[in-house]
Each structure stands twice: as C-alpha cells, then as structure tokens.
C-alpha cells in the first residue's frame, strides 16, 4: 500500500479513539486521586518522625508500583521494534499510551526527592550517617564509603536523567508511531527498529540503577548483583498481566478493537505472562539461595527483617507470586479463556504490588530502630519510647490509613493519565506495515 493512499474508513485513526467513554474516568479519578493524596501528604508530614517515615515508605510502595508498570510498558515498545514482531501490531499501541504516564511518575517522585533534599533520614537513612552511628556504631562508616554515590545531590540528579531518558525513548517511539498513522511510511518502522537496538542497554542500565537507588539503598549496607533485574522481571510481568486485561476489554465482544486483537494475540500475552511468572520466579529463588547458602551477616540482614515478620514471609511471596499464577497459566487453553486471564493478570497485579510491600516496607523496622537509637541519644527516653510505640502499631498494622490512601491517590492519578491518553489517542496503530500479519497469523 502506498503511503500516499487515503486511510480506509475501517482503519482511520479516529474510529480508535475512545473519546468521551474514557474522557469521563479522567475527571473521576483524577479527582479521588488528588484528594486521596492530598489526605496522606498532610498525615505523612505533619506528626512525628515515625509517621513521617510510614508515610515516605508506603508512598514509596506504591510510587514503585506504579512507575514499574510503565517501564513494562517501554520496554514492551523496545523489544517489539526490535524483533520486528508482527502480532504485537495490534496490542503495542496501548504499551505506547502507557508510557504517557512517565512524565506524571516523574512529578510523583518530588515527595521522595524532596525528603532526600532536606536531609530527612526517615526514608534513605544514608541521608543522615550520624543517626546510624548513634544505633549501631560503626556502621556508618560504611555509608560514609559510598558517599561519593549514595549523597542527596547526586541521587536526585539521577532520579532526573532516568526521567529524562524514558521520557524522551518513548516520547521518539510514540511519535514516529502515531506519524505513520497518517502517513503509512514503511521507513518509519525500520527507523524505529535500528532505534530500538542501543535503547535496549540504555534501557537496562537505567532500570537497574533506578531500582538500586529508590529500593535497594533504603538499607545501604545491604547489596544484592541482581535486584535490579528482580525489579525488571516484576515489571515487565506486572505489565504484561495488564496487557492481557485491558486487551481482553477492548478486543472482546463489543470492544473498540473487536475483532482487531483475537484469541491467538491473547494466547502470546498469555505466553509473556506465564514466561516472565517463571523468570521472576528463577531470579527471585536465585537471589535467596545463594544468601542463605553464603550466610554473611551483612546479607542475610534483609531477609531476617522479612522472615521474622508475618506480613512479609519470603514464603508466602514465593507461594502468591510464582506459584499460583505458574500453575494457572501452565494451560494453552487457559491463556486463550478471555475471563480466566483476566482473572490471572489481576491476580498477578495484586501479588506484584505485595512484592513491592516485601520489598519496602519491612525496612521501616531497621529505620525506626535507628530513629529510635537517635532520640534517645539526642532527647531521651520519653522520645525514644514514642518511637517505640508506633514501631510496635505498625508491626500490628502493617497496611493502614497511610498505605491505602497512597495506593488510592497514586493509582487513581495513573488510571487518569491512562484514560487521559486513550480518549485523545487512537489506541491501533492502524497503518503499521506489520498489520495484516498481526491480523493472519496463527500460533502452532
């Protein structure tokens, strides 16, 4: 087809524009987002030093959940261009409107910057080494040793790239992508292909650091040589469970993309999910043998804080998170049932936000036992015994007030900028030279 033809009426982009259907969840949202929000942010940060950091880590939970899903969704695009894979065609334009969001996760870090900034040590304790050493002395030499990266100036002035990078990687993707809509250009698609080489690393390194500096250094004596591609393998899977759902929304009967996505596009999401179930369940185990196998105090630390806490069993993750979703997907058929994947990639979304949960909030016990240390050392024992107080509701209460309504705010923020992108975006890329195979073909 020339790319000077006129779009057919069956595939002009205007026919894929969800418009006011999703234009009305944007208001709706936005606003139980923002108020929810607005709720936390005056608890979180007008009582005490243990409050302040309860909020900073649930804020922090969901803050990662959230970005994980839109990195997902780039890396989605990334690999798509790269492999020139032509059953995606139909599905990769809801990755390319996912990844809108970036610009709103990156306004939703400024709580996180912001505490790092002022030197508030109730998130990053490295922020602050001397509240260490009054608990533990001589551990703060061991921040003081990487202070040359993990300092406050440098950690937001990393936080800005990372943004900047994937703002602009899947800002140049959905450009040229939403371009060939009007202009059916085939040298668009190799353009994007040849892009899509070298953003692959970029997009690695970036992942890796980003999950390293906002996760894994809220115990900077901690250190793990694949957390980042734990985070990555969460991610991606978390996104393609999210796929799966919003695909069978709109591709099952009565859907805007009825009859354009089919049960064999379900069938390889369906095979991505199960795929990286198991790679997350492989890095995961790997991640945990080998530091109980080692057995060096100053790795098995992080699991001890999980272990030893009912909330957080490593078990029961293991059991949520692989197990169940291993099995139920296991099937060819199951991957083919519209209900019962759906069924499974909210199952998997769930247990991906329990991951983030067992991933950050067990090390609010290791900082209010540093705060505690501290103010007992600077303010006495009437401080300290407040500290205590609230570290023992917390252990009692480990999802409350707090966590809810950032989960409630940031999520409902998200699902606004989604809808935002869908009512004002075709959501098929209609004229992708790959269109006719992604509507033929055929899994064995």
């Known amino acids: 087809m020339s790319h000077t033809m006129e779009i057919s009426q069956d595939l002009s982009p205007e026919k894929f524009v969800l418009g006011k259907r999703a234009g009305t969840w944007v208001v709706k949202f936005a606003g139980i987002g923002a108020v929810a929000l607005a709720i936390a942010l005056a608890l979180g940060f007008t009582g005490d030093e243990a409050t302040t ?24 695009v990334i690999i798509m261009q790269v492999t020139s894979a032509g059953w995606s065609a139909t599905t990769r334009r809801i990755a390319e409107l996912l990844t809108m969001n970036f610009p709103l996760m990156g306004v939703l870090s400024l709580p996180i910057l912001a505490s790092a900034a002022m030197g ?19 551990l703060s030499h061991l921040i003081e040793t ?31 992508s939403m371009a060939q809509d009007i202009s059916g250009d085939p040298i668009l698609t190799n353009k994007m292909k040849k892009f899509a080489a070298p953003a692959i ?56 993309l009825s009859g ?33 196998y080692a057995n060096i105090p100053e790795e098995t630390a992080w699991y001890h804080e999980r272990e030893n806490l009912y909330w957080g069993h490593v078990g029961i993750l293991f059991v949520v998170r692989f197990a169940i979703p291993f099995l139920g997907l296991m099937s060819r058929h199951m991957k083919r049932v519209p209900g019962r994947m759906i069924i499974f990639g909210g199952w998997i979304l769930v ?12 090390s609010q016990i290791q900082t209010l036992g540093y705060l505690k240390a501290n103010a007992l050392a600077e303010h006495g024992e009437e ?32 699902v606004a900028g989604v809808a935002h ?9 209609v004229r992708d030279p790959r269109m006719s195979e992604s509507m033929t073909f055929h899994n064995p």
């Not at 508030?120 to 001589?138: E, K, R, Y």
């Open 120 to 138: 508030n040590a109730t998130l990053f304790t490295w922020v602050d080494p001397s509240i260490v050493d009054n608990a533990q002395p001589g």
């Open 53 to 76: 950091s309860r909020f900073l880590h649930a804020y922090l939970t969901s803050y990662m959940y959230f970005t994980s899903i839109c990195l997902g969704a780039l890396f989605f």
């Open 383 to 414: 401080a300290a015994a407040a500290l205590e107080a609230t570290a023992h509701s917390f252990e009692a209460m480990p999802f409350g007030a707090l966590e809810a309504l950032c989960l409630i705010g940031i999520g409902g923020l998200f």
């Open 421 to 429: 992108a869908f009512s004002k975006n075709s959501i098929l890329a």
């Open 260 to 292: 354009k996505i089919r049960d064999e596009h379900f069938h390889d999401i369906g095979k991505l999910t199960f795929a990286f179930v198991m790679f997350w369940g492989y890095i995961a185990f790997s991640q945990y043998i080998l530091i109980w």
């Open 351 to 362: 247990t991906h936000f329990y991951d983030m949960f067992f991933l950050t909030m067990p």
């Open 201 to 256: 690393p970029l997009f690695a390194l970036s992942i890796t650091f980003f999950a390293l500096d906002m996760l894994m250094s809220l115990d900077p004596t901690w250190f793990s040589t694949i957390f980042g591609v734990y985070y990555f393998a969460g991610s991606f899977g978390a996104f393609m469970a999210l796929l799966g759902i919003i695909s069978n929304k709109l591709g099952g009967e009565g859907g805007i």
């Open 146 to 176: 990487k202070s040359a990266y993990l300092n406050s100036s440098f950690f937001i002035g990393r936080v800005v790239f990372y943004f900047a990078l994937w703002i602009g990687v899947a800002s140049w993707f959905r450009k040229n």
